[in-house]
């Protein structure tokens, strides 16, 4: 692959990426979340199609501009989340979309022995009537890897596979690729846990911003040099001082022995004008702790306090009614509703403030959606706009509007800036520093690092749902927090 | 922010130029809607012979169109938070049936008092058996097709098996009025006309009420939330499953308003009146513009698109059209209906 770029709309995924992979080698790709190694491997599978740049295999010039087109250049992908059939068997699923047929009928003998010619070469066994999802995840793992064989792969990309396996099972994947390797089929992998690379990588490369930084043999490439070069960038000068916060500030948001699907015993604490980043990789259990703290989900056992008063929260509903508010990380799925006007999603969680009886005062919801409008200079014609029509960030300011008229203390963010312009990012960030002012409690979760330090005073990393580190923001380094973030010792 | 009064201005100035675009939008389709009509009206009354343009024809089609449009009110609303009630039909049935045997069972016959006591029946029936519709959906998120589709099932059985098959007379003289009554006879006369149907009071009271709930309460405000983002709808707080479950309980209500009429016009509670009503008024709900998908519609569409079709009907059976092409017609209608209506919202989103 030479010079990859791939834009959407604002964003800048891929900006020329370069790198190759040779035959029988493990060609591993790193990166901070976000750096761009999904978009890369999903061009790469066409599943998009880059805006520019060339792929050559085998000396030839290849135009994906499909699935079927990577397949048919022997391509398999193999995504973190299983693009399995759960209801049908293994044997379907493995020769799915390329069934052997006589004449109009499924040929289930056929089948069964191209199945089985693959499996046993791997030496792997696998249930072939048994349904995958009776499947364990290693086992679903396998039959992924035997569909891309079937299809005659020669270059696999994996993306995150040891994420759900246990070290036995792992165990069991090397060798299996090792196999296949001695075979002539190449891999991609890539995995954000940097103790096991040195045991399957050949060559490493790392990216970040959606360009390639350097590519060493794995041999030469020490963990330490590995998270320099994917951190090793400045902190970003737009992020505003963060207001010190006063020592005998009172404790807003204290949560204790948080148990909840994906978070175990987690304890922590927001003093009022404090900024409590969670830092973590992708699926850590970040976005889980907020969701507890904020009733989108229920919560299993732990307390929650809000301004020393002990609240039950049991539904979004209550937690609104204590004071939180809760700024969900994906605004269209989950933030608006894209088919009403910015004054029906500005006013849709306080509703109650705007009517008499039953009745809705649309003169009040307008007047206080036109002061939002201008005080978060939400770029829109008027406030009966359908939010679908705006952009990412004025869509996000939207979201914000409908949070700042209640009167909430504690704040929860969940990636209060992604997908959004560089000048929007800015507006948000002055906004939270208003909300400090205003003797808010702010807890944000947020995948893009420097987020993280620049915009919070203390940083609480997340691994395996649970916090695995705290730091000052003095003692954050990007480093330390990579480190805490990947279980690497530092 | 230079002039914050400015912008404050320049956005007010704005909404009310976009209400004034919406408003001219809307009276655009109205007035195209209406010249269609004219149109249209033109043709069959000449073909009919002027028998459609008369005043007893024309209150007779609002007569016909009374009970679909009550059913379909409440049809609106649980379409448009995505669900959808097939039990309405049937509860049309199981309701007139339990109200007419309640009527007949009740020591008291004092005319208004009777009906509204028996009204009362109804509508705890019909709203009962919409809250058994609804636990299912907001408890364990099963299909409401599904359980709608049990209960129109049930409810006939029900009704078929407390009738014992036929239909059970009214004894009380008390439902006459609202069911074949007019109002202010005297005044019309002159005119040649029979008075308003007390039907059709029925009919638009509550096109009103429930217009004004759907459009400019809280409650109708959650009920478009929740048809356009659940999940959004939830986390705004929003309690979701009260919301649901009270779009099935007006459905409900709404069988029982037609089942209460349609007792009284024909003087008895009938196990088999309502086969098909649930298909008309969904039909009425798609043809009046609310989206199957949900998020989207209104009451006076609904209005409109039984209008619509009652319209179709009158004019079919008076130009001597056989029931068989009236199905055809009336189908091919609701189709076009809503290719039209989808193909407005792509050329607007263009």
Not at chain 1, 66 to 94: H, K, T
Not at chain 2, 14 to 31: E, G, H, P, T
Not at chain 2, 315 to 330: A, C, F, H, K, P
């Amino acid at each position: 692959m030479k010079g990859i770029v791939k834009t959407f709309p604002g964003v800048r995924a891929l900006d020329g990426v370069s790198f190759d992979v040779r035959r029988g080698e493990v060609h591993a790709l790193v990166g901070e979340n976000g750096a761009g190694k999904s978009t890369l491997m999903k061009t790469l599978a066409g599943a998009y199609r880059a805006d520019a740049g060339t792929i050559v295999i085998d000396g030839v010039e290849a135009h994906i501009d499909g699935p079927r087109a990577a397949e048919a250049l022997g391509i398999g992908m193999i995504y973190q989340e299983f693009n399995l059939v759960p209801e049908l068997s293994v044997l379907d699923n493995i020769v799915l979309g390329q069934e052997p047929q006589r004449g109009l009928l499924l040929d289930h003998a056929a089948a069964v022995r191209e199945a089985t010619t693959v499996l046993t070469e791997l030496g792997i066994a696998l249930p072939l009537d048994r349904a995958a999802r009776r499947l364990s995840v290693a086992q679903q793992q396998l039959v992924e890897i035997a569909k891309a064989l079937v299809r005659h792969a020669r270059l696999i990309v994996m993306d995150e596979p040891t994420a759900a396996l246990t070290d036995r099972e792992i165990d069991a994947l090397f060798s299996l690729i090792e196999k296949l390797k001695a075979q002539g089929v190449a891999f991609v992998y890539i995995s954000h846990r940097l103790e096991e690379l040195p045991r399957i990588a050949d060559r490493i490369t790392v990216i970040r911003d959606g360009r390639t930084v350097e590519t060493r043999v794995a041999a030469d490439m020490p963990q330490a040099d590995l998270i320099r070069l994917m951190v090793g960038r400045p902190l970003d000068a737009h992020f505003p001082a963060l207001p010190p916060v006063a020592p005998d500030a009172p404790v807003l948001l204290n949560v204790a022995h948080l148990e909840s699907p994906g978070v175990h015993d987690v304890s922590l604490m927001v003093r009022a004008g404090e900024i409590v980043g969670l830092a973590g990789l992708v699926g850590a259990g970040r976005t889980e702790i907020v969701r507890a703290i904020a009733g989108a989900d229920v919560p299993q056992s732990g307390e929650v306090d809000l301004a020393g008063t002990r609240v039950v929260i049991r539904s979004p509903h209550s937690a609104i009614a204590a004071g939180i508010a809760f700024i969900t990380e994906d605004r269209k799925a989950q933030g608006l509703v894209l088919g009403m006007s910015v004054r029906e999603n500005t006013t849709l969680a306080h509703l109650d403030q705007f009517s008499r009886w039953f009745v809705v005062d649309r003169a009040r919801e307008e007047s206080i959606t036109n002061k939002e409008i201008t005080e978060l200079h939400i770029r829109t014609p008027n406030a009966e706009q359908t939010v679908r029509n705006l952009s990412g960030g004025n869509q996000q300011k939207v979201v914000l509007g409908k949070w700042l008229i209640g009167d909430a203390r504690v704040y929860l963010f969940d990636e209060p800036t992604r997908g959004i312009d560089v000048g929007a990012k800015a507006e948000i960030y002055t906004l939270m520093l208003e909300l400090l002012r205003g003797g808010a409690a702010i807890l944000m979760v947020s995948s893009e690092l420097p987020e993280v330090l620049g915009m919070s005073h203390r940083i609480l990393v997340v691994r395996d749902g649970r916090i695995a580190a705290e730091f000052s923001r003095d003692e954050a380094t990007p480093a330390s927090v990579i480190a805490a973030a990947t279980g690497a010792a530092a | 922010m230079a002039q914050p009064g400015g912008v404050k201005a320049e956005l007010e100035a704005s909404a009310v130029r976009a209400r004034a675009r919406s408003q001219r939008n809307q009276w655009l389709r109205v007035a195209a809607a209406v010249a269609a009509l004219v149109v249209v009206v033109t043709v069959v009354n000449v073909f009919s012979h002027g028998a459609f343009l008369t005043p007893v024809n024309l209150t007779n089609v609002l007569r016909q169109i009374t009970y679909n449009a009550i059913l379909a009110i409440g049809q609106t609303f649980v379409i448009i938070t995505a669900g959808i009630d097939l039990s309405v039909g049937s509860l049309i049935e199981l309701t007139g049936v339990v109200m007419a045997s309640f009527a007949n069972a009740f020591p008291l016959d004092n005319g208004i008092g009777l009906v509204a006591v028996t009204l009362l029946v109804g509508l705890l029936v019909g709203c009962g058996a919409g809250l058994i519709n609804a636990l299912p959906v907001v408890k364990l998120n099963l299909p409401p097709f599904i359980t709608t589709l049990a209960m129109m099932l049930m409810a006939r059985g029900l009704a078929f098996k407390l009738a014992h098959g036929r239909p059970v007379p009214l004894n009380s003289n008390a439902f006459d009025a609202i069911g074949t009554g007019f109002l202010f006879e005297g005044f019309f006369k002159r005119f040649g006309l029979p008075g308003i149907p007390i039907v059709v009071l029925w009919m638009v009271v509550l096109v009103a009420i429930f217009a004004i709930v759907l459009t400019r309460t809280r409650f109708g405000r959650y009920v478009f939330a929740i048809g356009g983002n659940e999940e959004a709808a939830r986390l705004a707080g929003i309690n979701v499953a009260l919301v649901k479950t009270m779009v099935y309980v007006i459905s409900g209500g709404g069988a029982a308003v037609a089942g209460l009429l349609l007792m009284a016009k024909f003087s008895s509670g009938s196990p088999n009146t309502g086969i098909g009503s649930e298909l008309q008024s969904i039909a009425a709900v798609v043809v009046g513009g609310t989206s199957l998908a949900g998020g989207r519609g209104s009451v006076i569409g609904t209005f409109f698109g039984a209008l619509l079709i009652g319209v179709l009907n009158n004019v079919m059976n008076l130009l001597d059209i056989e029931s068989y092409t009236q199905d055809i017609v009336l189908g091919a209608v609701i189709l076009l209906a809503v290719i039209v209506d989808e193909l407005r919202k792509r050329y607007l989103r263009a």
